[in-house]
């Protein structure tokens, strides 16, 4: 039986814009920074300038596609060694999460810990959530930390500080090629890789 949460069914959101989010954190992170690029804050800043309530909503599914499609390249990482991405990705993304009490409030923490075991069961973060409302200012803080964090640990794993966003990068524009060549699937975003991230 089909799932209300089946990914299929989920907008992708403005992958673009989430991923842009994310590329400029990680490179402030590597780079030792406590802010963001000036470059790339001016980039920020307009694009968060520009968006409506429709925009920050469709921000918001892009940053819940991006989870989903960083859990299912963990998934198939983990799954390749016998291990469970839930067991082995969640508590330590938890534990980071309550290291950083100025970004992330406590109470964001359980629905982020929800949107990436719904992630890392191939559900929608996005649709999952969906079902308990609106999203409130905190959470959408902690979607951000939580989208970087699985970012950083995939890079780890690849031993690439550039992996992570280069595999989405990639995906999109085989995604938007493929678009252009024909008509596609439904409304969901089949991030269109192997669990291995061929």
């Known amino acids: 039986m089909s799932s209300s949460c089946d990914p299929r069914y989920?907008?992708?959101g403005d992958v673009d814009g989430a991923l842009?989010?994310?590329?400029?954190?990680?490179?402030?992170v590597h780079d030792g920074r406590t802010g963001t690029d000036p470059e790339q804050q001016k980039l920020l800043d307009q694009?968060?300038?520009s968006l409506?309530?429709?925009?920050?909503?469709?921000?918001?599914?892009?940053?819940?596609?991006?989870?989903?499609?960083?859990?299912?390249?963990l998934r198939g990482v983990h799954e390749d060694h016998d291990k469970d991405v839930i067991e082995y990705v969640v508590p330590s993304l938890v534990a980071t999460l309550r290291m950083m009490p100025r970004s992330v409030r406590p109470e964001a923490i359980p629905t982020m810990t929800g949107l990436v075991?719904?992630?890392?069961?191939?559900?929608?973060?996005?649709?999952?959530?969906?079902?308990?409302?609106?999203?409130?200012?905190?959470?959408?803080?902690?979607?951000?930390?939580?989208?970087?964090?699985?970012?950083?640990?995939i890079n780890r794993i690849a031993g690439d500080r550039d992996f992570a966003t280069r595999m989405i990068g990639e995906t999109l524009?085989?995604?938007?090629?493929?678009?252009e060549a024909g008509p596609g699937g439904g409304a969901g975003f089949d991030p269109g890789w192997d669990e291995d991230g061929d």
């Not at 892009?62 to 499609?69: D, Q, W």
């Not at 075991?117 to 979607?143: C, F, H, I, N």
């Not at 524009?173 to 678009?179: F, L, N, P, T």
């Open 173 to 179: 524009s085989r995604a938007e090629g493929e678009a």
């Open 52 to 73: 409506d309530l429709k925009g920050v909503h469709d921000l918001l599914d892009g940053a819940c596609t991006l989870v989903f499609m960083f859990m299912k390249w």
């Open 10 to 12: 989920a907008p992708a």
């Open 117 to 153: 075991v719904a992630a890392g069961t191939g559900l929608s973060p996005s649709l999952w959530r969906r079902q308990y409302g609106d999203w409130t200012k905190e959470e959408m803080t902690a979607l951000e930390a939580t989208a970087l964090l699985l970012a950083e640990h």
């Open 20 to 28: 842009m989010v994310i590329d400029s954190r990680l490179k402030a």
């Open 47 to 49: 694009l968060t300038a």
